[in-house]
């Protein structure tokens, strides 16, 4: 009577042991090949973050008159305080059209290798001008933004005080350059997945390390690695097995319409997976609101493979540890229009 309890003492007693072993053998895999999110923004190359280029980036990147309506802003689209996307299948954008593509997260964009889900913009400071100019999205020129900004004595001042060697420096470009010094401030650090890479085994409980081994385990890691699990390659949309034209749209064919490119057709950006669970709905399309189902269609698309519901429920459990403390952002204060601004353009079609 007495050995029942003895072995089930042994078997707690191995398993107590093993677990950190298994922990740690874990951390040490997921280390290879993820990195943390930093605490503080990166360098980026040809634009220096001073504070006078942040603060100006930040009142531009919530200023709607910008776009020819006076009511679309960066913000819109990429709500900071909506996980950094819009939460609509795709955007509404001048005249209330549709954009064609689900609006992707501000958040950590700066660690993308290229912005778009086609990755048509290397940065950005390029990928801002896009918005601006699209007659879908905000409608509006470079001739017009730089004239209502020029029509407004205090941007022509944070102007000078950002770009400071320039003798005329409100221009286009540098209403961009100003909008990325800002956008690479929205970074999310301290997630607990970033604290598990770092050596806090405990950062993760049981099932949340199941669905990180079978993240790595099940070939995800093949399209959503690096430090933002994503955004740094392109793949096809259906590698394996084409999803229906509700979840891939036949219209639109992905990187094919930049690079003209057979092979890149239905070919997109892999998503970054970095606070996933507050950017539903998920894909280009905007098809998909449950991440149980996206990760389940990723699967058969992507690996050919069907998961189990309980493979599904720990990898979703392992992704909703990426999600990082997300900045705190007050709205700046903006500077009231002139006699010289232009006004703005009637929405309605």
Known sequence: MIKRPLITAMVLSLSVVAGPAMANELMERASNTFEPIPKYPPVIDGNELTQAKVDLGKMLFFEPRLSSSHLISCNTCHNVGLGGDDELSVSIGHGWQKGPRNSPTVFNAVFNAAQFWDGRAADLAEQAKGPVQAGVEMSSTPARVEETLKSMPEYIARFEDAFPTQEAPVTFDNMAVAIE?????????????????????????????????????????????????????????????????????????????ITETASDEYV????????????????????????????????????????????????????????????EVRYPQLPPSTANTPRPVDMVP
């Open 268 to 327: 997109f950006r892999a998503a970054p997976l970095r606070n996933i669970e507050l950017t539903a709905p998920y894909f280009h399309s905007g098809a998909v609101w449950s991440l149980e189902e996206a990760v389940s269609v990723m699967a058969t698309a992507q690996l050919g493979t069907e998961l189990k519901d309980g493979e599904v429920q720990s990898i979703v459990a392992f992704l909703k540890t990426l999600t990082g403390e997300v900045p």
């Open 181 to 257: 010094a800002y956008e690479a401030t929205l970074i999310t650090p301290d997630a607990p997945f970033d604290k598990f890479l770092r050596g806090n085994e405990g950062a993760l409980n049981d099932k949340e390390q199941e669905g990180l081994a079978l993240f790595m385990d099940r070939g995800c890691t093949a399209c959503h690695s690096g430090m933002n699990l994503g955004g740094q390659s392109y793949w096809p949309f259906g590698l394996v097995s084409r999803p229906g034209g509700d979840i891939l749209p036949e219209g639109d064919k992905g990187r094919f319409a």
